[in-house]
Each structure stands twice: as structure tokens, then as C-alpha cells.
């Protein structure tokens, strides 16, 4: 196949010669120019084939025919089943800003909620340090955590969720 550079070289070299028409085929591309007056149907043609794909070769084709299909471990069908979990259900508890997440108010402390916590509105369930300020993050929700979604120590984005909570 022509490159477009190659394209224009021939359209100025059959414009500048004595020729009026010019036709060019190759492995299945074919140019066509004439210069009777017709310079516009020239360039339309050009351009027709330029945007015309080049087949893929069929030894290509065939070998992504012959790949198997790829099997995947069954941890990782185990993993994407629980991501698909439903959790239209559950309350999430998402972080207000920006920052880094800790499940408890110091690194010897016991976290403040763990998978199976019992929760109301007021309870800390941790905090969020911004700017070296520490921001205690309340569930919003009288329920019991079924999931804690961030590790400890983790950075967080806004709206980013921390916490499932099945609602009471």
C-alpha cells in the first residue's frame, strides 16, 4: 500500500507531465488519475483508496483462530464471583475527603469497628487524616459493618467507599 506522501508525489509528478491519465495497481490497490479537467474526481479517487483498509494477512487471521481461549485459576473466578456480590442493599460509608485511612485512633489501639460490628449513627468507625488533621468518621447508619473495604494506613480519595453496612 501507497504511504499518503508517496500519494501526493504522484498526483504532482502526472500533473506536471505531458500524460492525462495514470493508473497504478498493487496488491489489491488501484489509482486512478486524470488531468482532463476533472482534478477534483482525481483527488476523490486518490482518497477513496487511501481510506480503503489493507487486508490483514491470513496467516495472522489463522493464528488468532488457532489461540485457545484463556482459562482463568479458580481463585481469580472465586474473586470476580464476590465482586459481583449484590450490594444494591448495603449502606456504604464513603470517605469526605481526601486523605489517609486508620481503623484506629492509635497503632497499639484496637480498630474501631471490625466485619460483624454492630454500628448506630454517632459511631466512629475511624479516621481520615488530612493536613495532619485527624477526622473522625461516623457510620451515618444504625446497622452492622459487612465488609471494610480500605486497609489501614491505605490513602483514600473522595467519595472513595470504606465501609458495607448492612442497614437495621
Do not use: W
Not at 25 to 46: L, T
Not at 103 to 125: C, L, R, T
Not at 131 to 139: T, V
Amino acid at each position: 500500500m501507497l504511504k499518503v506522501q508517496e500519494i501526493r508525489e504522484l498526483i504532482k509528478l502526472v500533473d506536471q507531465s505531458s500524460i492525462d491519465e495514470f493508473s497504478y495497481e498493487y496488491e489489491g490497490s488501484k489509482i486512478k488519475m486524470k488531468k482532463r479537467g476533472a482534478e477534483k474526481n482525481m483527488v476523490e479517487q486518490v482518497m477513496q483508496t487511501v481510506a480503503t483498509p489493507a487486508p490483514q494477512p491470513v496467516a495472522a487471521v489463522q493464528e488468532l483462530v488457532k489461540q485457545e481461549p484463556k482459562v482463568e485459576p479458580a481463585a481469580v473466578q472465586e474473586v470476580k464471583q464476590e465482586e459481583a456480590k449484590d450490594t444494591s442493599n448495603l449502606h456504604k460509608i464513603v470517605s469526605p475527603m481526601v486523605g489517609t485511612f486508620y481503623q484506629s485512633s492509635s497503632p497499639d489501639a484496637e480498630a474501631y469497628v471490625k466485619e460483624g460490628s454492630k454500628v448506630s449513627k454517632d459511631s466512629i468507625v475511624c479516621i481520615v487524616e488530612a493536613m495532619k488533621l485527624f477526622n473522625e468518621i461516623e457510620a451515618e447508619v444504625n446497622g452492622e459493618i459487612v465488609e471494610v473495604l480500605a486497609k489501614d494506613g491505605q490513602l483514600v480519595e473522595y467519595g472513595q467507599p470504606l465501609f458495607l453496612v448492612k442497614p437495621e
